[in-house]
């Protein structure tokens, strides 16, 4: 028996043991780290470095750094992420050695409805847009207004999205991350993505006829091509009875939102 | 009765670490709400279960026993589990990328569980020898993965069910644990196991 009686060896024995122990396996460690480090992929680590870092799972992906794995691998497609600058997009792109189509974007609520477009009935049930949505197709008269009962505000995680007191969501783009929860919540689709860089956007996203829509709503589009007339560079065409905006050709005059007696072609501003 | 068998058994059913010795209730608790992490725990514990008792019984042997340092077992197992996984993590991260994101997360997670510690603790009580630490290490990882799925199964069935209010979420997994630590006290005394 090695130990002793003494008081200091019976400490300094056990303790030797045990650090001998822990510095063998610490050397183990240390060796095996070093040896056997599995490189990650560069490629993942530049990519992961020019995302926002937002991780605000807008991808589908759990977070940046799944993201980026997933883009390095060819799995995911650089469109999905909203939140990336277009700068960075374009630097991912070059690693990666695809090419960056896609422009910088944000979103806005294409409806210019709420108090302005009548009720089918008065809503008094539980929740939100998604469960009135199953009653009837919501309390709007029109088929695709916004009842503003808050999905968008529910499921944005930066309180970009709120409920205005003309009675429609609208977004705060100082806050927004360009996640896309609100845009993927909405039951009615209302939220879209236009280019960041546009100054004018169709508050409405109704297909119906002119005179259907003056019928419901104050503030639909009614199809009437004002603006379609009026616009010096033809960036503007009705399609099924909407006013649909080339972004290509837009060059942000406003001549379109002074003349729009619908008052739902918009300036970003508002 | 052959040891092995008993061994086997006893760790399996009649003494489940989990259900009849409470040991490992965090994870066993913390990762029992789906089924197939439920099973990925249940094989990263298996994994760390039966390596840490071979080498926590070697180090016993041959270092703890030959310096008189047994009653220092426990802090220097602690040692061994933690160093243990960590390399073995390295390791399979290097050779086997499927492998090591199959056990995923849960591996780390392990290295500080009481029941794999419990299991090393347990083969130096009961005077082991090696192949016997090894077979109680592999099978008190089956026990636990055992019980840890079946927990995740009642689990789910109860999540989506009208449960009162004040005992939905934690406090009914606690009664369904419960229940089927119950259940399980009935393997007592099979086979003559104690």
């Known amino acids: 028996m090695l130990l002793s009686t003494s008081l200091p060896l019976a400490i300094v024995i056990p303790a030797a043991v045990l650090i001998v122990i822990a510095a063998v396996f610490a050397v183990l460690l240390a060796f095996l780290g070093r040896k056997l480090e599995v490189k ?34 060819g799995k995911a497609d650089l469109s999905a992420c909203n939140a990336t600058s277009k700068a960075n997009k374009d630097k991912i792109a070059a690693i990666l050695g695809t090419v ?19 009720d089918k009935y008065d809503y008094h049930g539980y929740g939100d847009c998604a469960s009135m949505e199953l009653l009837a197709g919501g309390r709007k008269a029109c088929p695709v207004g916004c009842m503003g009962a808050g999905t968008c505000v529910k499921h944005c995680d930066h309180h970009a999205c709120s409920i205005g007191d003309k009675g429609y969501a609208s977004i705060r783009e100082d806050r927004c991350t360009l996640c896309g929860k609100c845009a993927k919540s909405c039951p009615k689709g209302l939220i879209k993505k236009i280019p960041a860089r546009a100054k004018v956007y169709v508050a409405c996203s109704n297909h119906a006829k002119g005179k259907d829509v003056r019928s419901y709503c104050k503030g639909g ?17 009705v399609v099924d009875n909407l006013a649909v ?7 942000g005059c406003g001549a379109c939102v002074a003349k729009c007696p619908s008052k739902c072609i918009k300036t970003r501003e508002e | 009765m052959n040891p092995y068998f008993v061994i086997i058994i006893g760790a399996i059913f009649v003494n489940n670490f989990v259900l009849n010795q409470f040991l490992g209730i965090c994870p066993f608790l913390g990762v029992s709400k789906k089924t197939n992490t439920a099973l990925g725990m249940g094989f990263a514990v298996i994994f760390v279960m039966s390596i840490a008792s071979v080498f926590t019984y070697l180090v016993n042997e041959f270092v ?23 390399s073995v993590e390295i390791v399979i991260k290097k050779f086997s990328p499927s492998l090591y994101s199959a056990l995923g997360v849960y591996l780390p997670l ?3 569980n009481c029941a794999v510690l419990g299991v090393a603790l347990l083969n130096v009580e009961k005077a082991y020898n090696l192949v016997q630490s090894f077979l109680n290490g592999v099978f008190a990882g089956v026990g636990f993965t055992l019980a840890i799925v079946l ?44």
Do not use: H, W
């Open chain 1, 40 to 73: 990650r992929d560069e490629k993942v680590v530049q990519v992961e470095s020019l995302l926002s870092g937002a991780n605000c799972g807008g991808c589908g992906y759990a977070g940046c750094s799944a993201f980026a794995e997933a883009l390095a691998n």
């Open chain 1, 100 to 118: 960056n189509d896609g422009e910088e974007m944000s979103f806005v609520v294409c409806c210019n409805g709420g108090s302005a477009c009548e």
């Open chain 1, 221 to 237: 589009c009614i199809g009437c091509g004002m603006c379609m007339r009026n616009c010096p560079e033809g960036a503007i065409t």
């Open chain 1, 245 to 251: 905006i080339d972004y290509a050709k837009c060059i």
């Open chain 2, 64 to 86: 703890l026993v030959k310096f008189g340092l047994e009653y220092m077992k426990t802090i220097a197992f602690i040692l061994i589990i933690a160093a243990l996984v960590q």
């Open chain 2, 110 to 112: 392990i290295t500080t």
């Open chain 2, 151 to 194: 927990l995740a199964g009642v689990r789910e069935r109860i999540v989506p069910k009208n449960v009162p209010e004040s005992f939905r979420g934690f406090p009914i997994t606690l009664i369904a644990a419960a229940i089927l630590s119950m259940a399980f006290s009935a393997f007592s005394g099979m086979f003559g196991i104690v």
